[in-house]
């Protein structure tokens, strides 16, 4: 739970801390952390000494379920002259180290990241006559934090969240989010470490869409040259009611389009509802190590085999390793997606390291036939797969969230891979790897077009390529709820 209150009011915990020009008996009396990110913060609103802000009631280090100790919430009057509008900027503080004493963070010195190295923000449009800032940003905030300080996974810019949902429970379109750099707030030294300020940007699904196949980075310049989409300050405004193609048609043709076909995708994977099944093997041989066992609990990737994904996609080379997203409410279960900027080699390695080598006890194996499956969201991101990367030479893997278990496709240029084309199916454990050829990725684009419009695709539905000993389901959710998968 949170309550809101003045910045400056009694709490249960230390309040804020003063502005970079309190006297240092004062100051001293104040988380260090926390002081230098609201130095940073006093530097942009000197004249809003005290905001409003969405504090947990009982602090995550005490057992509390909110990661953000605070969401402080400022009202920015923008610039008309330049398209940017009045609207309120949400600051959080709580993903990098606030306190130094290893109660949420553990200090890894000063040269290094403090925390998780970067606080969220968040910009929303001011509505006419509005005197308060509306809360429910907050709490978008704390459900990026819980997720981050689950899956010890970070967010970088140009990353993107599928949300499936209106950001503020209306009717809105905008259910999505990108993250960029925040236009205003500077990188801040702290005596912990560096926090940088990473801002959530409210998107269509269209505008997500356009994200995945192309880039999100993209996208995000293109939002920036639409006022009522953004703007140069990207201020997310929940009453818009067309996608940036809608508003300008042609920045779908001259610029995604384009921008698809000379780069590719740069989305390297995605949690998603999905299985496989060794049909080169019967179900009953207790050596079989694939990752669906019907009427037993799945085998669980080993702890090198997932900081292999962890760590690839850490480093930049496109593998994606992220777990569920914890959903904020029972009713709806997110999972987030990540861009990567390409690396110029594309590699299922790491660069000098040993530690993520696969365990030598789990031996890799060569299977004859696989059975792929997935859910109807997950089966319509195939083409995407296809086309953006593997025609580019790049490698895509789903990660399970109903299992631990995962599925990459690579290309045959990818290096580090344990499918080969002499044996393109290989299993590690529940991870397993399927390598095609680009003649053999065309024909699939072909044969999986109706994908691309998964309204009209009837459910379930199956594809099989019996030469290739490969058949891929689209089955629906109900299939991967069930406790068998």
Not at 118 to 123: D, G, K, S
Not at 258 to 270: A, C, H, M, P, R
Not at 456 to 464: D, F, R, T, W
Request: contains cysteine; charged residues 20%; hydrophobic residues 35%.
């Amino acid at each position: 739970m949170a309550e809101l209150r003045p910045s400056c009011a009694p709490g249960p915990a230390a309040p804020p801390a003063p502005g970079p020009n309190a006297p240092p008996a004062f100051a001293s009396l104040f988380p260090p952390g926390l002081h230098a990110i609201y130095g940073e913060c006093r530097r942009l609103y000197p004249d809003q000494p005290n905001p409003l802000q969405v504090t947990a009631i009982v602090k995550y280090w005490l057992g509390g379920p909110d990661p953000l100790d605070y969401v402080s919430m400022y009202r920015n009057v923008g610039s008309p002259s330049t398209n940017i509008p009045e609207h309120w900027h949400y600051i959080s503080f709580g993903l990098s180290d606030l306190y130094g004493d290893s109660r949420v963070h553990e200090f890894t010195g000063t040269d290094g990241p403090s925390g998780f190295g970067f606080e969220l923000t968040f910009r929303l449009k001011r509505e006419t006559g509005e005197s308060a800032p509306p809360t429910w940003p907050a709490e978008l905030m704390q459900g990026l934090a819980r997720y981050v300080f689950q899956s010890e996974n970070t967010f970088c810019s140009g990353d993107h969240v599928s949300w499936h949902s209106p950001l503020d429970n209306s009717e809105s379109r905008i259910q999505h989010m990108l993250l960029t750099e925040d236009p205003q707030m500077q990188p801040v030294q702290t005596p912990f470490g560096v926090v940088t300020f990473l801002q959530i940007v409210g998107v269509c699904t269209e505008e997500l869409h356009a994200a995945q196949q192309w880039n999100g980075q993209g996208i995000l310049e293109l939002l920036r040259t639409v006022p009522v989409a953004g703007g140069p300050w990207l201020i997310t405004d929940m009453r818009r009611g067309e996608t940036i193609f809608e508003i300008d048609p042609h920045l779908q043709q001259e610029r995604v389009d384009k921008g698809i076909e000379t780069d590719g995708s740069n989305l390297s994977g995605v949690s998603a509802k999905c299985a496989w099944d060794d049909l080169s093997r019967p179900p009953e041989d207790d050596e079989d190590s694939r990752s669906i066992c019907i009427g037993t609990q799945p085998r669980r990737l080993s702890g090198k085999d997932t900081e292999q994904i962890r760590e690839t996609l850490r480093r930049g080379l496109e593998i994606n390793s992220k777990p569920v997203l914890p959903p904020i409410n029972p009713q709806r279960q997110n999972s987030l997606n990540l861009d990567r900027a390409p690396s110029r080699k594309d590699s299922l390695e790491s660069e000098g390291s040993t530690a993520i080598i696969p365990h030598e006890l789990i031996r890799t194996r060569q299977l004859e036939s696989v059975h792929l499956k997935f859910n109807q969201e997950s089966g319509a991101l195939i083409p995407l797969c296809l086309r953006g990367r593997l025609l580019h030479g790049r490698h895509f893997t789903y990660k399970s969230i109903t299992g631990d278990m995962a599925i990459t496709f690579v290309s045959t240029g990818v290096e580090g891979a344990f499918a080969t084309e002499e044996h393109p199916y290989a299993a590690h454990g529940p991870w397993l790897q399927i390598l095609l050829t680009e003649e053999f990725v065309e024909k699939m684009l072909e044969d999986l077009e109706d994908l691309t419009s998964p309204e009209e695709c009837k459910l379930p539905k199956e594809y099989s390529w019996p030469e290739k000993k490969l058949k891929v389901s689209i089955l629906p959710d109900v299939v991967f709820d069930s406790p068998l998968h």
